[in-house]
């Protein structure tokens, strides 16, 4: 039996890939992120990862003052060789946006979010978070399913650090100041 033959992209080069690279690779499937010069593909996702970010993101549109704008899974270049794809970002009144985009600066990014799934658990919680505040991004959500329902963990950067401290978990009602002021009931996941 004849083993199918790789694309070539299969083979990182030596220093690994760079940011630009995502934009040029052939037949790469959708969704592909790039972390520390590694691609990294991404599972089909579940129903609960679907309606969360459906009802985050309307709410988060619904909230945005003139200026911002919330984008769905799109890449965001932290560096050379780092190119995550958030489930969600909110870009301030600042960036620019374009229609031909297939990522953004990390300095366009106000908020980022990840809603974590099985196989996401160790990049949505330590390493994603960690590339978010040393690219400056001054707020982080990750969104966590808990017996059925989503649970939000709120996260602002220090800027003398570039680290996130904690500055909530919500469970049924997410009801925040900054980056401006949301609040969404968490739990109409159900009714969506």
Do not use: C
Not at 83 to 104: C, H, K, M, Q
């Amino acid at each position: 039996m004849t083993s199918p033959s790789l694309p070539d992209w299969v083979f990182p080069p030596p220093q690994g890939f760079v940011a630009e690279d995502l934009d040029h690779i052939p037949d790469l499937p959708a969704h592909t992120e790039l972390i520390d010069g590694s691609l990294v593909f991404v599972s089909p996702q579940r129903d609960f990862h679907t309606s969360v970010l459906f009802l985050l993101q309307t709410g988060l549109r619904n909230a945005a003052p003139e200026g911002y704008r919330v984008r769905r899974e799109i890449g965001v270049k932290l560096g050379p060789r780092q190119r995550p794809e958030p489930d969600l970002i909110v870009l301030g009144p600042g960036a620019v946006i374009r229609n031909s985009a297939t990522f953004y600066e990390a300095e366009d990014v106000t908020l980022a979010i990840e809603v974590v799934s099985p196989e996401s658990v160790v990049r949505d919680r330590k390493r994603k978070p960690v590339l978010y505040a040393e690219a400056g991004i001054p707020h982080f959500w990750r969104v966590e399913e808990r017996e059925d329902a989503a649970v939000v963990y709120v996260y602002e950067l220090d800027p003398a650090t570039n680290t996130y401290f904690h500055t909530g978990i919500h469970h049924t009602k997410l009801k925040v100041d900054v980056p401006f002021p949301i609040d969404v009931d968490l739990t109409e996941i159900d009714t969506i």
